[in-house]
């Protein structure tokens, strides 16, 4: 690891004090935002540190990094991929995956469904909504969204919890204000005509995390601001 564990603590407590804040702020409880540590390549100390922490979540971008160190990380730690999933890598994604936040296409739920089922498991996933219309974003069109979650929802061996949003890039903090509104309007949508609940809010990450806690997000997405720059590859 390029850091210590002091320093990966010191680093988390600030960032979980920023979370503390914006719940503070925007009156609700500090038990309704989760931290998911992103842990994409940077070494399986990383997934240690999170544990040792008490943070009970990591999240890796690629299947095959992922592969590589889950193994090695800690009894009982769950791991979430939050990075496109190819339909291809599907099976070996829902054996190895405790959730997947990626879903976002029929063709990828069904070939979860079949991954899920060949490992005799229920596999929590999250639909991927692009709540942002950014063209270089992946993540099901808002339009796409009932068609999808009534697909998934079909699916006896996955549970949809929520949705997941990445904002667009800019400068204007309006611009990730926005994608995170539109995605809890989504998302009440979806409850209501579905009759599910649909809790979870994956949304925000180091740069707007406030911004999407006062947006209703229930998990947050950080990486380098608790373990430091990425390595090279």
């Known amino acids: ?39 994409k390549t940077h070494p399986v100390e990383a997934a240690h540190y999170a544990w040792r922490y008490g943070l009970r979540s990591v999240g890796e971008n690629r299947v095959q990094e992922a592969a590589e160190k889950r193994p090695e990380g800690p009894d009982g730690l769950r791991w979430e991929l939050i990075g496109h999933l190819q339909s291809n890598k ?57 068609r999808l979650l009534e697909f998934a929802l079909s699916q006896s061996h996955l549970k949809v ?42 949304m925000g990450m180091s740069g707007d995390l406030a911004l999407a806690i006062a947006e209703g997000s229930t998990q947050v997405r950080v990486g380098s601001a608790l373990f430091g720059s990425r390595p090279a590859r």
């Not at 603590?9 to 609700?28: E, I, L, P, S």
């Not at 204000?177 to 599910?196: K, M």
Request: aromatic share 4%; glycine share 6%; proline share 4%.
């Open 1 to 39: 690891m390029q850091i210590t564990y002091d320093q990966f603590k010191v680093a988390t407590d600030a960032v979980k004090g920023q979370m503390d804040a914006a719940c503070a702020k925007a009156g609700r409880a500090e038990s309704e935002v989760s931290l998911l540590a992103v842990t």
């Open 161 to 202: 919890d929520g949705l997941m949003t990445i904002a667009p890039l800019s400068d204007d903090s309006a611009v990730a204000q926005r994608t995170f509104a539109r995605l809890r309007e989504i998302r009440d949508a979806l409850a209501a005509q579905f009759g599910v609940p649909l809790h979870e809010l994956s």
């Open 90 to 146: 599907a099976k070996l994604a829902a054996g190895l995956f405790d959730r997947v936040q990626s879903v976002d296409s029929e063709k990828l739920a069904l070939a979860l469904e079949r991954g899920a089922a060949l490992h005799g498991k229920t596999l929590a996933i999250l639909l991927q909504v692009n709540a942002g219309n950014d063209p270089a974003k992946f993540g099901a069109e808002p339009a796409e969204a009932p």
